[in-house]
């Protein structure tokens, strides 16, 4: 038996989304600015996927910028608006638990003459809105808060602080990666002027992302050349790709609801299941305010490594932590944010359910788990 239950890091494609790409690289190959029949299909089909992804959050179509992923847009918003608003300061905002496309983009601007404030959490990995009042200050310019944590799925208070900015005029980006397609958003709602979303995490395709950055923002591109996407981001379109990623929002819009409800069900069931044959569980992440596929524990005793490989061999994948950090064995930046000792930060997995996880996976889960902790534990006590 094989269940995956690592869809943060990544998701499988769905079929109709396979489907709908394949087209466009068989018969439909035109070059999106070529002006024949050809390439006016492509032209159609981006601004189609356009159009959906705008739709999702409330955007308008020319507000969306396709990006090679979530990466990519986070660099854009980042050193895009901090280069083009010199005149107006130097300092940014941002969380310490940032993915790293946030917080190395960051390091970069501190190297290159910005300054840049990283808001603590609260151990549930909350930030709060006074330390984000506290941290402004007249050189403020841009202020960067994720929707959601990759690692332990806590939510932040979006609207709340995207409305603390925009009360000052300084501009609010919101890396959206793992909430765009799960959680409703809605930018203007949201005071939201850039944010970044990715394809792979929703059942699209790998390299395709999207940035939207509100009508009237001024930012720099990080890509010079051609003039496709309104000269903010050079180079030929990547058209199966982005037919995939509206597909992919096609659907993930149309079953919203339905999947938050599976996905909360079967990780509490995994939870509560786990919680009743092993002792020494502890959550990570908000016990409420939290992404509905994303279970992340620590589990007294035993090194996520471990589980993870010992797992791996039963058919189970799982991750213990952000796969972007995965092959290094730095214990989790996310985890020490949250004040956890360096131990139990290493002793941490992150489940991360999705579409295709079904009550028979967790019960598989639920078999194994407890037998894998079991024997790690006797070998930790002998050693
Ligand atoms: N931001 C967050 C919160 C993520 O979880 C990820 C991917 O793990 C990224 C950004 C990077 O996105 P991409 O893989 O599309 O470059």
Redesign the pocket.
């Known amino acids: 038996m094989q269940v995956y239950l690592d869809h943060?890091?990544t998701t499988p494609v769905d079929p109709r989304v396979l489907e709908a790409m394949l087209p466009y690289y068989r018969d439909k190959y035109g070059n999106a600015s070529t002006l024949y029949a050809l390439g006016r299909e492509a032209r159609v089909a981006i601004d189609n996927a356009r159009e959906r992804i705008a739709e999702l959050i409330h955007a308008s179509p020319q507000e969306i910028y396709f990006t090679?992923?979530?990466?990519?847009s986070?660099n854009t918003a980042l050193k895009g608006v901090a280069f083009a608003n010199r005149e107006r300061g130097n300092h940014l905002i941002t969380s310490q638990i940032e993915?790293s496309?946030?917080l190395d983009t960051c390091r970069y601007l501190e190297n290159h003459g910005f300054e840049v404030t990283y808001l603590p959490v609260d151990r549930f990995g909350k930030v709060s809105t006074e330390a984000l009042l506290k941290a402004i200050t007249d050189r403020t310019l841009l202020i960067s808060i994720?929707h959601a944590?990759?690692e332990i799925g806590t939510i932040q208070p979006i609207k709340e602080m995207g409305a603390i900015a925009r009360e000052r005029k300084i501009y609010f980006h919101t890396?959206t990666?793992?909430t765009f397609g799960k959680l409703p958003i809605d930018v203007k709602q949201m005071n939201i002027d850039l944010l970044?979303v990715?394809a792979?995490?929703i059942y699209g395709p790998?390299g395709i992302?999207a940035l939207y950055v509100r009508k009237g923002v001024k930012m720099d591109p990080l890509l010079h050349g051609g003039e496709q996407e309104r000269k903010r981001r050079a180079g030929t379109e990547n058209v199966p790709a982005i037919v995939g990623f509206g597909k992919a929002v096609e659907l993930a819009k149309k079953q919203m609801e339905e999947e938050t409800r599976h996905l909360t069900k079967l990780r509490d069931q995994l939870f509560e299941g786990i919680q009743a044959k092993v002792d020494g569980i502890t959550l990570n992440g908000h016990p409420t305010d939290r992404l509905p596929g994303t279970l992340n524990i620590s589990v007294r005793h035993v090194k996520g490594e471990a589980l993870l490989l010992q797992l791996d061999r039963k058919g189970i994948f799982i991750s213990t932590g952000?796969?972007?950090a995965s092959g290094s064995i730095e214990p989790s930046h996310v985890l020490l944010a949250l004040g956890l000792p360096e131990a139990e930060a290493r002793n941490s997995l992150r489940f991360s359910l999705g579409r295709e996880n079904t009550e028979e996976d967790i019960a598989y889960v639920l078999t194994v788990f407890p037998e894998v902790v079991k024997k790690l534990r006797e070998v930790s006590a002998l050693t």
Not at 68 to 72: I, L, V
Request: proline content about 0%.
């Open positions: 943060n890091a090679s992923g979530g990466t990519e986070d993915h496309a946030v994720m944590n990759n890396d990666v793992q970044s990715s792979h995490k790998k992302g952000s796969a972007c």
